[in-house]
């Protein structure tokens, strides 16, 4: 293997941060700038003449686009000035390091560390389209995670976020997710982070713990409605998208038990861009997922764009922020329950105290099982398509060991985040979602006067209901 292709996920992030450097500060114009980029790096890193599409490639990668070869950009600054959404595919294969690899090294054509079926070498689309995916890909994308060469990428989705903040009659909201926590150092609180999402011009910073509060409670009435005898069980589909398709994909006979709910980011984007018409969201993610998920044709529009932890980090660095010297601007606006989303657990239980404070007398209580990592969650799948349900009644999967906290673009150990997370949750002064008056405030907005008329209320429920 060739030095310039090894850790080459740091050097993709460093032609990222370039990317946002120059084209924040008015420095990325014409195609003439796109090529002197394209020279820095060619002579940074020691690549050959011969490799300049590969490094185009990667260049407009990083700025949302597809890779196509060429030797020579064309219309690249135009597609992002006129940029509203991101296509699949999210992760695309990049011709030129593959015939460097060791094969033993490669596990594109095998499983990749979620045990999910990744890209297939034999045969695959030299162009890097769709179609060379496994059929049952569940979309985890940590394939780009685990390919440290260059030749799995996927898209970046900032340089048309910038263009969004500059049209100053557009409010942009930066909706993050609870994984969050201390992804940006210790020292780094969430109202540090809210100062530096309004520095760069963002209307607000808004906790998507905030719509998961909301979402309990729909599943919590799901919970009560689907189970009600000791054979019954739910699968909650709520925050992970890669547990959802792996569901859909391979266990159709099961798929029936399936909450109907939409992820806690879908929600966020579509009541923000109900109450604020005109708005654009733009989400802030540990995973490659959320971003396939944003484009899926039932849930498009809800979220305009994904932007990761790791790339969210390289922002910083580009324009310069200094996350610890900012003065912090605070807000409470989710509750533990919503805030603890981001672990193992989280989910199950913040629907628990729902369930028990709607009906303290239930007979059949909520009982729940937690797996977490792919390997795991068809584990469990497996075992209910045998009838092995157990004692469970209430099943929560999440594609990525330790949940959100473990995703494949997050910046701490997964035992870290989890600690930081479950100390911002203990630290919000509002337990329940039921004690939520942001919560409050936002169901009255939809003629919602009362928890209870939460499943009655018909727009409410197309927003928070996949079709």
């Not at 690249?76 to 595919?89: A, L």
């Not at 979620?114 to 695959?124: D, I, K, M, N, T």
């Not at 105290?353 to 009982?367: Q, S």
Request: charged share 30%; proline share 4%.
């Amino acid at each position: 293997m060739e030095d310039k292709y090894i850790n080459f996920n740091e050097k993709r992030m460093h032609i990222f941060s370039e990317l946002v450097k120059r084209y924040w500060n008015g420095r990325l114009n014409y195609i003439s700038d796109l090529d002197e980029l394209t020279n820095e790096i060619k002579t940074k890193y020691g690549f050959h003449e011969t490799e300049i599409p590969f490094i185009k490639d990667h260049i407009r990668v990083a700025m949302g686009l597809d890779p196509n070869g060429n030797q020579r950009f064309e219309d690249e600054m135009d597609m992002i000035r006129k940029s509203r959404e991101i296509h699949k595919p999210i992760v695309s294969r990049i011709k030129g390091p593959c015939e460097y690899c060791d094969s033993h090294q490669c596990r594109c054509d095998t499983l990749g560390k979620y045990e999910s079926p990744l890209y297939h070498r034999q045969g695959a689309d030299e162009d890097g389209s769709d179609e060379s995916r496994s059929p049952d890909c569940v979309e985890c994308d940590f394939c780009a995670d685990h390919c440290d060469f260059g030749a799995l990428a996927e898209k970046v989705e900032f340089l048309p976020v910038i263009e969004l903040l500059r049209q100053k009659d557009t409010p942009v909201y930066a909706v993050v997710a609870p994984a969050i926590v201390g992804q940006f150092g210790e020292q780094v609180t969430m109202g540090k982070l809210r100062a530096a999402f309004l520095e760069m011009g963002f209307a607000d910073m808004i906790e998507v713990a905030l719509f998961a509060d909301i979402l309990t409670i729909k599943e919590a009435f799901e919970f009560n409605r689907l189970v009600k005898r000791e054979e019954d069980f739910f699968l909650t589909s709520c925050c992970c998208p890669v547990w959802f398709n792996l569901i859909r994909k391979n266990y159709p006979d099961i798929y029936e038990h399936l909450s109907p709910s939409v992820s806690p980011m879908i929600a966020s984007g579509r009541i923000l861009k109900k109450l604020y018409p005109g708005a654009r969201v733009v989400f802030f993610a540990p995973c490659i997922a959320k971003k396939s998920e944003a484009v899926e044709e039932e849930l498009k529009e809800a979220v305009d764009f994904v932007v990761n932890f790791k790339e969210l980090q390289e922002i910083f660095h580009a324009l310069e922020i200094k996350l610890e010297e900012l003065q912090p601007v605070d807000k409470d606006q989710a509750s533990l329950g919503g805030r603890v989303y981001a672990r193992t657990g989280g989910v199950s239980f913040s629907v628990k105290m729902v369930v028990n404070r709607l009906d303290p007398t239930r007979v059949i209580k909520l009982k729940s099982q937690k797996v977490n990592g792919v390997r795991e969650c068809r584990e469990q799948l497996e075992t209910l398509r045998k009838g092995g349900k157990g004692t469970a009644n209430f099943i929560e999967g999440m594609g990525c060991a330790g949940g959100c906290v473990g995703g494949p673009r997050t910046n701490l150990e997964p035992w870290k985040a989890t600690e930081l997370v479950n100390e911002f949750g203990e630290d919000s002064s509002i337990l329940t979602p039921f004690d939520n008056l942001n919560v409050i405030k936002i169901l009255k907005q939809f003629g919602v006067q009362s928890i209870e008329e939460v499943t009655e209320n018909v727009e409410l429920n197309r927003i928070l209901t996949r079709e």
